[in-house]
């Protein structure tokens, strides 16, 4: 079902989204042109919820993709409770130290134990382009009544939402 939200309820609705799922399969272009995903928690967006923040190794692979081609595709599920975002934009490498002191909890030490102020790591922000989001069906009894209109009448259910958004402009 498509949404009758403007985009800034939408744009609003995919921040909520990808902050409760937070994990990513952050999705580059390999130096051979072929696509290459990787898990990658998201770290909070800028306040202007249209920058996505990312922690990872200064020596990782994916530097040299974004280099070559910015292009990132991120996807984010939430299978028990039927939400999926994917969301499409430009990545570039940062290596500014407030920054990564600014996003850094210590959670990510078990992946950088150096800390954020090592050269070491590396931020990746991700400018959002656009997105689409699949809000669908999370309780059981919600689940079972779809399952039940879609045999009775042909239909597949249509109670969850699906939007494309901008954040362009």
């Given at each position: 079902m498509q949404t009758d939200r403007d985009e800034v309820g939408m744009r609003a609705k995919v921040r909520d989204m990808i902050?409760?799922?937070g994990?990513?399969?952050f999705t580059t272009i390999d130096q051979q042109g072929r696509l290459r995903g990787r898990p990658m928690r998201t770290q909070k967006p800028d306040p202007d919820g249209r920058t996505l923040w990312f922690f990872t190794r200064a020596d990782s692979p994916k530097i040299a993709e974004l280099e070559k081609?910015?292009?990132v595709l991120l996807g984010y599920a939430d299978t028990r409770n039927q939400d999926y975002v994917s969301l499409f934009g430009r990545g570039r490498v940062v290596r500014d130290a407030a920054k990564k002191r600014a996003l850094w909890t210590e959670g990510l030490r078990s992946w950088l134990p150096e800390g954020p102020d090592s050269d070491e790591v590396?931020?990746?922000g991700v400018e959002i382009e656009g997105a689409e989001y699949w809000d669908g069906i999370s309780s059981s009894l919600r689940f079972a009544f779809g399952y039940a209109q879609?045999?009775?009448s042909g239909k597949p259910d249509s109670s969850g939402e699906n939007a494309k958004v901008s954040f362009s402009g």
């Amino acid at each position: 079902m498509q949404t009758d939200r403007d985009e800034v309820g939408m744009r609003a609705k995919v921040r909520d989204m990808i902050g409760d799922i937070g994990t990513a399969i952050f999705t580059t272009i390999d130096q051979q042109g072929r696509l290459r995903g990787r898990p990658m928690r998201t770290q909070k967006p800028d306040p202007d919820g249209r920058t996505l923040w990312f922690f990872t190794r200064a020596d990782s692979p994916k530097i040299a993709e974004l280099e070559k081609d910015s292009r990132v595709l991120l996807g984010y599920a939430d299978t028990r409770n039927q939400d999926y975002v994917s969301l499409f934009g430009r990545g570039r490498v940062v290596r500014d130290a407030a920054k990564k002191r600014a996003l850094w909890t210590e959670g990510l030490r078990s992946w950088l134990p150096e800390g954020p102020d090592s050269d070491e790591v590396a931020l990746i922000g991700v400018e959002i382009e656009g997105a689409e989001y699949w809000d669908g069906i999370s309780s059981s009894l919600r689940f079972a009544f779809g399952y039940a209109q879609a045999m009775i009448s042909g239909k597949p259910d249509s109670s969850g939402e699906n939007a494309k958004v901008s954040f362009s402009g």
